[in-house]
C-alpha cells in the first residue's frame, strides 16, 4: 500500500477533520448511490465496509438495518458510534463498529442482505476484494461497490482520488461470475455530492440459485 493511504495517514485525517468540522462531518447526509440502491430494500443485516465517519452506517440503521461497520481508523468509529448515540439508543443498538483493515478483513459467507464498500482505496488487487467482498452478500442480497475515478472526465484533471486504486466498472464486472450476478448498475456516474467528477458505481443482486456446476455439458 500507499505509504500516504495506510492506517496511520486516516487516523491522522479523521483526527485533524474531526476536530476542526466534527459537528459538520456528524450531520452529513448519506451518500446519494447507497440511497439510491437501498432505499426500496428491505432491511436486513448489512456491512458498510470502509464505513468512516459513519453517515452511511446511520442512514441504514436508522431504516432498520442491523449493520456491521468495518474501518481500520478506530478515531473514525468513536465518532461514528457516539453520532450514534445521539440520533438514538435503538439506531446505536443497531451498529456494530468493528476495527479490521480491509486489506484481509473477510465478511461471514452469505451474510448479509447488502455489502457496500464506497470510496475504498485498495491496497491489493481489486478483482480479489471484490470477490471477497461479493462472498459476505447472503443469496438475493445485494453488491454496492462504489469509486472514486482518478481524472475528472469533463475537464481531464486529476482529482482527489488520483494514485489511488479505487474499484473501476471493468474490474468489478470482471470479477463476478455472470452467471451469479444480475447487475442493476455498472456504470460511471455523476457525482451528485460533489458536483464534479464522476464515481464508478456497480449495484449487482446476487442470484437465489447457485449458477449450475455441469453448464455447458451434455446430459
Ligand atoms: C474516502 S473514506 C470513505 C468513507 C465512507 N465509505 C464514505 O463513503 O463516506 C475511506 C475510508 O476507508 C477507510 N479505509 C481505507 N483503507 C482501509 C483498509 N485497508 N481497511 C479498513 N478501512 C480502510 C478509511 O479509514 C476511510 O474511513
Redesign the pocket.
Known amino acids: 500500500m500507499s505509504a500516504t493511504l495506510d492506517r496511520e495517514f486516516?487516523e491522522e485525517r479523521w483526527s485533524q477533520a474531526l476536530r476542526e468540522h466534527g459537528d459538520t462531518i456528524a450531520k452529513m447526509p448519506p451518500?446519494a448511490h447507497l440511497t439510491d440502491a437501498a432505499g426500496d430494500l428491505r432491511p436486513g443485516r448489512a456491512l458498510d465496509a470502509?464505513?468512516?465517519?459513519g453517515?452511511?452506517t446511520l442512514w441504514l440503521a436508522a431504516r432498520g438495518w442491523r449493520v456491521t461497520a468495518?474501518?481500520?481508523?478506530a478515531t473514525?468509529l468513536a465518532h461514528g458510534r457516539a453520532t450514534a448515540e445521539t440520533v438514538g439508543g435503538d439506531v446505536a443498538a443497531r451498529v456494530d463498529w468493528v476495527e479490521?483493515?480491509?486489506?484481509t478483513w473477510a465478511p461471514q459467507p452469505e451474510h448479509y442482505d447488502l455489502v457496500a464498500c464506497?470510496?475504498?482505496?485498495v491496497?491489493g488487487s481489486v478483482r480479489e476484494m471484490v470477490r471477497r467482498m461479493a462472498a459476505g452478500v447472503a443469496p438475493g442480497g445485494t453488491l454496492l461497490l462504489v469509486g472514486h475515478r482518478p481524472v475528472d472526465p469533463a475537464t481531464g484533471t486529476a482529482t482527489p482520488a488520483a494514485g489511488q486504486v479505487q474499484v473501476s466498472v471493468d474490474e468489478a464486472v470482471a470479477a463476478l461470475e455472470p452467471d451469479g450476478w444480475e447487475f442493476v448498475v455498472a456504470a460511471d456516474r455523476p457525482r451528485r455530492q460533489a458536483g464534479t467528477g464522476v464515481d464508478a458505481v456497480i449495484c449487482a443482486r446476487r442470484s437465489n440459485t447457485p449458477p449450475p456446476t455441469n453448464a455447458g455439458q451434455n446430459p
Open positions: 486516516w451518500n470502509g464505513c468512516g465517519h453517515s452511511d468495518v474501518d481500520f481508523a473514525a479490521g483493515d480491509l486489506a464506497l470510496y475504498v482505496h491496497a
